[in-house]
């Protein structure tokens, strides 16, 4: 029933989509306010994407196995919230999430842009749509999700369940938010380079759309990577994975665009430069969901391969690489006469220095990612790029990027002199090289670069914090999120060089005893949960100041029949007990992983004070209206 | 002689196009240094010789094969043609059972012995990685 609407909608949405297509341009060629039946047409058009998503979320809560994306993703014994979040879990799911997200923005920015031109709010708009016309087609031709199953299975395949998790319920559409974003961002500085109105004025409205992604994608990753710390088993946030990377991406390119744009608000300048970053952005998102949806990079996102699919998404992205190529040199010009001079010492020059080492961060992560791809297509050769390659190439360009952090953002528009370095930034320098000194002879990792590196970010770090008492030039927003980047930086690098880690297999009832303590396991227990059966470990750690217990759990799953860890976590401001137990084979051994993590929390806290950051300029934006 | 403009043009175009000259050059030495290959039981076998590279080796886990030490792990690899056995001390991924695919990586110590440093199962029970699936598709 619910399944047979939603793919009806579906439909009606598509034609929708068609019909928008002469208004707008008849629209575009005479009259000068724009068509009430724009607005019109755009609403019906969301709201029966609405609807079909509506529908299928029904159809999962109703376990309606007569739907073929339910039967593969949907159990009868799943908790509703997991049936819930199953709807986006999956491929079909989420693109029809794609849809809906594409759709809402479109409208969203129909109703939002008032006091912008109506040619290129048309504009915008007709580019929008021909990305949705593609993505309607998509789903419809190569992921329905509205595939009927006759006979009507009983029970359904179940969703895996690393990923029946409250983070990776929100993850998807979060970052999806961020994604669909950058295809506005896209649309728009399209189509104000063919009206020449990549202007002041157009900087200060596309802002607020760069924000909106920023946001969202700074958040999305920050899930995904909570999710990896606790989910997995391995204990780490960040692991270098392909997938991870792509969303990676998209954020460097975000992160280089939201500086320049403030180039070109203020000074009129770096025009051309901002239009390749909003075509770049949008197309990493892209090649992000096509990398990620077609099979070919394998991890926990992988759905089933399917050829047709990286085909269409290929062919899409091309075509849409080429249309921008062509409208970007057929009409771009250079609007800006050299008249506003550019000093060595200016903001203006310190953002082209930012967005250099961001571009250059964004090739390795780029590189790192698709040089295997190629090798393999070139010459079947297959190999992995691992950590080993990103920190070698990362690590010794953060130094210089720290410390011009440090210094530039106090640098004032058109001009600034020497005076900026003055004696306390000296003596700031020497204090925090003392203490990353002390701090690392202590735990006695002190090799040189590791000094450098830690010396420098708390440099970064105790100017971000004077920068508060600053009657600076930067705005709060800026410095609460560059104090954020700060405290992610020297949060990761500590928490790298001190994390110890034991893996041992134990005996229940056996211990373990290391240099400064014991791992003893008690006992097990489990329990009949609704869709899993629970084994809980009873673990006591005792290390050199105190006895901690700990329960981590073992989950069997009876469909999909597959067991999960649940590590157990205990957090405290300095650093993060993990602990986390797997069994092996059947024997009596159970695989036990014992971590120390210092600053864990401190990651997870930068992080969102990154996205305060953006939030609070948004915020000052909106007011200043 | 060119005005000043053009001046300051030319060295900013050669300084970006030197920085990019260098970061490529960068990324495709460290490229060359750290990718890790990808082999098969049967490529093990064949192999000329043997050097200390890190490497990944794919297969299915052979069935009685895992055995269970308080140090350490051990167990088979077969692509159903030839074998090769592996030693493991850390933590295994929750899908690492017998009669399923597995990648290792580590160090070869002669033919028939992998040293691990990590094990790699896929979080799908149905999950075969491609790489296997070649590798196993090939007899």
């Known amino acids: 029933m619910f399944s047979q609407i939603g793919y009806y909608s579906l439909i009606l949405g598509l034609f929708f989509s068609f019909l928008i297509i002469p208004i707008l341009i008849r629209n575009f060629k005479n009259t000068k306010i724009i068509d009430k039946r724009i607005f019109f047409v755009s609403f019906l058009q969301l709201f029966f994407v609405l609807i079909s998503f509506g529908g299928l979320i029904f159809s999962f809560i109703n376990s309606d196995f007569s739907n073929e994306t339910v039967f593969n993703n949907s159990h009868t014994t799943k908790p509703l919230f997991y049936k819930i979040s199953g709807t986006w879990g999956n491929h079909e799911g989420s693109l029809l999430l794609w849809l809906l997200v594409l759709t809402l923005f479109v409208f969203l920015f129909l109703i939002k842009s008032n006091n912008q031109p109506k040619k290129y709010r048309i504009l915008t708009i007709l580019f929008q749509q021909i990305i949705i016309i593609g993505f309607f087609l998509f789903v419809l031709k190569t992921s329905n999700p509205f595939n009927y199953l006759i006979p009507v299975p009983k029970e359904g395949l179940g969703l895996n369940p690393i990923l029946q998790d409250p983070a990776l319920a929100i993850h998807p559409p979060i970052l999806y938010l961020g994604y669909v974003g950058s295809s506005i961002i896209f649309s728009s500085s399209l189509s104000a380079v063919i009206l020449k109105y990549i202007s002041q004025n157009w900087a200060k409205h596309i802002k607020v759309w760069i924000l909106i992604s920023w946001i969202f994608l700074t958040i999305g990753i920050l899930l995904g990577s909570i999710w990896a710390y606790y989910e997995l088993g391995w204990g780490g946030f960040w692991f270098w994975d392909p997938v991870e990377n792509v969303s990676l991406m998209p954020w460097l390119c975000l992160t280089a665009l939201l500086h320049c744009i403030l180039v070109l608000e203020k000074k009129s300048l770096l025009t051309s430069w901002v239009v390749v970053l909003s075509i770049s952005t949008f197309v990493l998102s892209m090649s992000g969901t096509f990398l990620v949806r077609s099979g070919i990079l394998n991890s926990v996102h992988t759905f089933a391969n399917d050829p047709e699919r990286g085909v269409f998404i290929l062919v899409f992205l091309f075509s849409l690489i080429f249309l921008s190529l062509i409208i970007f040199f057929v009409f771009h010009k250079q609007t800006n006469q050299f008249s506003n001079k550019v000093n060595l010492f200016s903001k203006e020059t310190a953002i082209i220095f930012n967005n250099w080492f961001l571009m250059y961060f964004l090739s390795v992560v780029l590189i790192g990612t698709l040089y295997p791809i190629f090798l393999d297509v070139l010459t079947s050769e297959k190999i992995s790029v691992g950590p080993p390659f990103y920190h070698k190439l990362i690590v010794p360009f953060l130094i210089p990027f720290l410390i011009f952090m440090s210094v530039v953002p106090n640098l004032k528009w058109i001009k600034s002199s020497f005076k900026i370095i003055n004696f306390s930034l000296i003596l700031l320098f020497i204090f925090s090289l003392i203490i990353s000194f002390i701090i690392l002879k202590i735990n006695s990792n002190s090799t040189l670069i590791n000094t450098i590196l830690v010396s420098v970010s708390f440099y970064l770090f105790f100017i971000t914090i004077k920068d508060f008492f600053n009657k600076s030039f930067k705005t709060y927003s800026q410095k609460i999120a560059h104090f954020g980047f700060s405290l992610l930086i020297l949060s990761i690098l500590l928490n790298s060089f001190f994390s110890t880690e034991i893996i041992t297999n134990l005996k229940v009832g056996k211990k373990y005893s290391f240099t400064d303590g014991n791992i003893h396991f008690k006992k097990i227990e489990t329990f009949q949960i609704k869709n899993y059966k629970s084994i809980i470990g009873h673990f006591t750690i005792k290390d050199k100041k105190n006895i901690i217990k700990m329960k981590p759990e073992l989950r069997v799953y009876n469909q999909p029949n597959i067991v999960t860890s649940e590590a157990d976590i205990k957090s405290t401001l300095f650093y993060d007990k993990f602990l986390v137990i797997n069994l092996v084979k059947d024997s009596e051994f159970f695989n036990v992983r014992y971590q120390s993590k210092p600053f864990m929390i401190w990651i997870w806290i930068s992080a969102v004070l990154l996205a305060v950051g953006g939030i609070l300029s948004l915020t000052q934006r909106f007011n200043e209206k | ?139």
């Open chain 2, 1 to 139: 002689m060119y005005g000043k403009k053009v001046k300051l043009r030319i060295i900013f175009l050669f300084l970006v196009l030197a920085s990019i000259v260098f970061s490529i050059y960068l990324i495709l030495k460290s490229l060359e240094e750290n990718v890790v290959y990808f082999l098969s039981p049967s490529d093990i076998k064949d192999l000329k010789e043997i050097n200390t590279k890190k490497i990944r080796v794919g297969g299915m886990v052979k069935n009685q094969s895992i055995s269970v030490k308080p140090e350490a792990i051990s167990f088979v690899i077969t692509d159903f043609k030839n074998e090769i056995n592996v030693s493991y001390s850390g933590s295994v991924p929750n899908l690492f059972a017998e009669g399923k695919g597995v990648v290792a990586e580590g160090f070869l110590k002669d033919r028939n012995y992998l040293r691990a440093i990590k094990i790699l199962a896929k979080h799908d029970e149905n999950y075969m990685p491609p790489e296997v699936k070649e590798a196993l598709g090939e007899k």
